[in-house]
């Protein structure tokens, strides 16, 4: 069985991470995808929301999506201080369940841009699949030359070496674009019209009811 964790900061999680992660299933026959929260961003600045917070409105967002759990390793409380290092989670999870068993790991067009900043970027491979989900605006006909070289090197076509091989690959997938950030959810919060449509009912009553990010309470 392949695994597939999906990381990420989820502050909030939105349409933009379910919807391509439920095409991306189907496209390549997942019957489980492990949302992946980080404690402490490496990437981006702390999120102003707990841990505990976000934590909350994966389990709502999920709650209707049966293909959806989720992992809290990168959560846990000996890792309070150090950034989520994809890196460390994945020789991490290759610890507990050994060298043969598929795993991938999913990531959105622009976190590949952005992978040459990434600890120990060129050994993700050794450790897991990567599956690249489309985002508006982060399209590139050719990417900067080591992360070039590096894809031709591993990029496959063919789901089923993803399925029979441990790991090694790189495959883009061909998942709906969605364009919805966390950011732009967090800096309209008040205008309904906007942003109820970019999140699940109940993450949305959630934030208000928690008044994150200086939403109004109700
Ligand atoms: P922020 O706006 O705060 O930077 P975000 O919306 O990018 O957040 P993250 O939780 O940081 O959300 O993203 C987790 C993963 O989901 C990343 O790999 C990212 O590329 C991917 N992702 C997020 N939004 C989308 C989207 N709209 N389409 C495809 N992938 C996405």
């Known amino acids: 069985m392949l695994t ?3 990381g990420g900061t989820f502050d909030p999680i939105h349409y933009g991470h379910l919807r391509p992660a439920l095409a991306l299933a189907e496209e390549i026959g997942l019957s489980n995808i492990s949302l992946l ?3 402490i961003p490496p990437h981006k600045p ?3 929301t707990t841990t505990e917070q976000r934590l909350a409105m994966l389990k709502l967002a999920i ?4 293909l959806f759990t989720i992992d809290t390793r990168e959560l846990q409380p000996q890792l309070m201080d150090q950034p989520s290092f994809t890196i460390d989670t994945l020789k991490a999870w290759r610890e ?17 841009l952005s992978l040459p900043t990434w600890k120990e970027w060129q050994k993700l491979v050794d450790y897991c699949h990567l599956l690249i989900c489309k985002r508006p605006g982060y399209a590139q006909p050719t990417f900067e030359s080591n992360l070039q070289t590096w894809i031709n090197q591993h990029q496959t076509n063919d789901i089923q070496t993803l399925h029979h091989s441990p790991n090694g ?29 970019l999140l699940p009912p109940k993450v ?7 008044g994150l990010y200086n939403s109004k309470k109700c």
Not at 204 to 210: F, L, R
Request: aromatic content about 12%; glycine content about 4%; some cysteine.
């Open 169 to 197: 690959y790189i495959y883009f997938a061909n998942t709906p674009l969605e364009a919805i950030s966390a950011t732009e959810i967090r800096q309209n919060i008040d205008d309904p019209q906007r942003c109820k449509k």
């Open 4 to 6: 597939a964790l999906f």
């Open 37 to 39: 929260p980080n404690r």
């Open 204 to 210: 949305w009553q959630y934030i208000h009811e928690h």
């Open 46 to 48: 702390q999120p102003g």
């Open 96 to 112: 507990q369940n050994g060298a043969q068993s598929a795993l991938a790991f999913i990531m959105g067009q622009d976190s590949l």
């Open 63 to 66: 709650a209707d999506y049966p």
